[in-house]
């Protein structure tokens, strides 16, 4: 391959100007794509439009904060990197020595997600089926989850949605997409993080939040992507609630 073949390979054809405008529009595009698919798996729990609006707007916003609820021992912060971990990367600080760590809950990833599962244990009646669903995934998340130094407990992050919609479907149909959410979601919740609060303060994380690493961490990202797994298994029949 001679210099002038290796030149050709990188060529880019549009001014930088418009290809830049063409990124940002493919980025917008994506945007748009992951916001509809969101709505939609609200709705699919019963929730109407509006409310699905606002809960994804509000987890959106929400995944910047984090309420602090304890401190945790001290210890030394693991040094400045990258960590990766099943494909998702995570910045880890500097090695410093800290008093204490930080345990905290954070609103988009934690708090909202549980909030909404106990209002649709409530809700849909259905406090047996969702006590068994949760304790399954509970167990299943509890033997996957792995202390990531710097980070914090780490999950497979697509093993506990597609167990969570399995679940669902075999304890009641009916209810596929409501109860895989709240298997989902309070799964993740206590088989990760709470049955693993003793591991916390050796894993070298200055913060350490449940439901953390924004919108996207595993108890958001599996109690969604659950019920859309389940709205597939279900698809044409129509959702409950209004």
Known sequence: ????????????????PLFALLALALALLLIFVQVKILRFAYMRL???SGWALLLLAASLLGSYINIPIAELGGGEIVQPGEITY?????IVPEVVNEP?????INVGGGLIPTLLSLYLIVQRKFFGRALIATAIITVICHMLAEPV??????LPIFVPPIAAALVAAIVSWEEIAPLAY?????GVLLGADILNLGLFPALGAPV???????TF???FVTGLLAVLLASVAQRGQPAGGS
């Open 1 to 16: 391959m001679d210099a002038h073949w290796g030149h050709a390979q990188y060529y880019l054809p549009l001014a930088w």
């Open 46 to 48: 019963g929730v109407s």
């Open 86 to 90: 099943f494909g998702m990367r995570y």
């Open 100 to 104: 204490g760590m930080i345990l905290a």
């Open 149 to 154: 130094r710097g980070v914090g407990i780490a």
């Open 182 to 186: 709240v298997g989902g979601s309070l």
């Open 208 to 214: 350490a939040s449940i439901g953390g690493a924004g």
């Open 217 to 219: 961490d595993g108890i």
